[in-house]
């Protein structure tokens, strides 16, 4: 297994700058945007990313290739941590805690509009079982291939894909009022 | 590749064929030409171009990757500059050590001259 990070670990371990950078350009966005799918509160995603990160420098000087690609780490990482604060969340209900919807301020009756459907996905995926919406975020919106999702989320493939199936199949019964034929 | 597992597989992952799993892609293409490939294509694209809808392309700020950065390691000085530091602390200690020494050796001349001094009852 080639791990396109493995040098840049080493590197970061030894606290060069330049693989620091690196490391937070190539990871940084994904990981907020994972959180943020997750967990429907920027904040909070932003959070979790800080709290990976911090887990990454303190793996950095013993990071062992071979045994799971940085991403894939950092994808588990971040799931378990939000999976952590959901759970929270259940227990603690925050009143002022949800989904922060598209800005509604755009004047365009077109760009509303768009919004509103933009809006009506967002909620629609952020209704979703928290492990369908994982693999949702994994596999749909960052590309991540089957089986580092499924390493990530740490089931089988065959599971992985019965979660994309159903979420999948809960999306397109929630979307159809809004869109006709899903 | 059946169509059943094509099926099964665009249910899972849509209809781009970037996202299909890397070892049944070939096959699952060549499915994806038939007529009734294009039919399973046409309704799971329906799906994605919602999703689409939904994609987060919210940049993060600069003060956050500052915070991610802040926790880093910190760069540790290159071998030459701890051996430098360590013969920078031995010259000082030597020194320190001569300079001790000759201010030792006059303090004792000192005390020699006024033990003589004091035998020859110069001072009282």
Known sequence: MHDPDAELMRRAGAGETSALNEIVRRHAERIVRVGRRMLGDPAEAEDVAQEVFLRVWKQAATWRTGEAKLATWMHRVTLNLCTDRLRRRREMPDPNAGLTLADPAAGAEEGLRAQDRSARVHAALAQLPERQRAAIALCYFEEVSNIEAADAMEVSVEALESLLSRARRTLRARLSDEAGNL | ?124
């Open chain 2, 1 to 124: 590749m059946d169509a059943a597992r094509f099926e099964e597989l665009v249910a899972a992952y849509g209809a781009a064929p970037r996202r299909w799993p890397e070892a049944e892609r070939a096959a699952a293409e060549a499915f994806a030409e038939t007529d009734a490939g294009q039919r399973m294509l046409a309704e799971a694209r329906t799906l994605d171009a919602a999703l689409e809808e939904a994609r987060d392309a919210a940049p993060i700020s600069l003060d956050l990757r500052r915070k991610m950065l802040a926790s880093a390691p910190k760069p540790q000085a290159p071998p030459w500059r701890a051996v430098a530091a360590l013969a920078a602390c031995a010259v000082f200690g030597v020194a320190l050590g001569v300079g001790g020494a000759q201010r030792m050796g006059d303090i004792r001349a000192a005390d020699a001259a006024l033990a003589l001094m004091a035998d020859t009852g110069e001072i009282y």
